[in-house]
C-alpha cells in the first residue's frame, strides 16, 4: 500500500522578542505575535510613517515609526512624548505585568536601527526609559524579524 504524504509549509507568524531589564539585574521577557500598520497623517492621507504592535496578554510593545516619506534602512533616533516638530524618529513604549500590577516605560534615550523596509520591515530598539509606576530605569532591547506591512491603516498622532 503507497502512503500519501500532504505537504505545507508552515505558516510565518511575525514575532516580537523584547528583554526588558530592571535596575541591572530583573529581567523580563516578551515573546509576542506582531503586526505593522501604516499610518494615516492629516485628514485621512496616507503618511506618517509605521506602527508596529506586538501584544501577548498583559505583555506589549508599540514601536511608531514617524516620517513623511518612505522607511528607510539605518539609525532613526528616539523621539520624545509629544514632538510634533521632528519630522522623522521613532517613539517605543512597553507594557508588562509584574504579579497583578500593569507596569510601563516610554523609552527616552536610544536608537531604532531599521535593517529592512520593503514589503516586509526589520528592526532593532535598543534604548532606556524610566518605569511609569516606579520612575526605575530600564534597559530595553526589542527585535522584531521580517513583519509583513499590511494594507490596513491606523490613525498615528503625537499628542500631550
Given at each position: 500500500?503507497?502512503?500519501?504524504?500532504?505537504?505545507?509549509?508552515?505558516?510565518?507568524?511575525?514575532?516580537?522578542?523584547v528583554v526588558l531589564?530592571?535596575?541591572?539585574?530583573?529581567?523580563?521577557?516578551?515573546?509576542?505575535?506582531?503586526?505593522?500598520?501604516?499610518?494615516?497623517?492629516?485628514?485621512?492621507?496616507?503618511?506618517?510613517?509605521?506602527?508596529?504592535?506586538?501584544v501577548?496578554?498583559?505583555?506589549?510593545?508599540?514601536?511608531?515609526?514617524?516620517?513623511?516619506?518612505?522607511?528607510r534602512?539605518?539609525?532613526?533616533?528616539l523621539?520624545q512624548?509629544?514632538?510634533?516638530?521632528?519630522?522623522?524618529?521613532?517613539?517605543?513604549?512597553?507594557r508588562?505585568?509584574l504579579?497583578?500590577?500593569?507596569?510601563g516605560?516610554?523609552?527616552?534615550?536610544?536608537?531604532?536601527?531599521?535593517?529592512?523596509a520593503?514589503?516586509?520591515?526589520a528592526?532593532?530598539?535598543?534604548?532606556?526609559g524610566?518605569e511609569?509606576?516606579?520612575?526605575?530605569?530600564?534597559?530595553?532591547?526589542?527585535?522584531?524579524?521580517?513583519?509583513?506591512?499590511?494594507?490596513?491603516t491606523?490613525?498615528?498622532?503625537?499628542?500631550?
Amino acid at each position: 500500500m503507497l502512503g500519501t504524504g500532504w505537504c505545507r509549509a508552515t505558516r510565518h507568524e511575525p514575532r516580537v522578542r523584547v528583554v526588558l531589564t530592571r535596575q541591572g539585574k530583573d529581567t523580563v521577557r516578551i515573546d509576542a505575535p506582531v503586526r505593522a500598520f501604516r499610518c494615516t497623517g492629516p485628514r485621512a492621507q496616507i503618511g506618517g510613517g509605521l506602527l508596529l504592535q506586538g501584544v501577548d496578554g498583559g505583555n506589549g510593545v508599540l514601536v511608531w515609526l514617524r516620517t513623511a516619506d518612505s522607511l528607510r534602512v539605518g539609525a532613526w533616533p528616539l523621539l520624545q512624548r509629544g514632538d510634533t516638530l521632528s519630522p522623522r524618529g521613532a517613539t517605543v513604549g512597553v507594557r508588562f505585568m509584574l504579579g497583578d500590577a500593569a507596569r510601563g516605560a516610554l523609552l527616552d534615550s536610544g536608537t531604532v536601527w531599521i535593517t529592512r523596509a520593503d514589503s516586509m520591515v526589520a528592526l532593532v530598539a535598543r534604548g532606556t526609559g524610566s518605569e511609569t509606576l516606579t520612575a526605575t530605569r530600564m534597559a530595553v532591547e526589542a527585535t522584531f524579524a521580517a513583519v509583513p506591512v499590511g494594507v490596513d491603516t491606523v490613525s498615528c498622532r503625537a499628542q500631550l
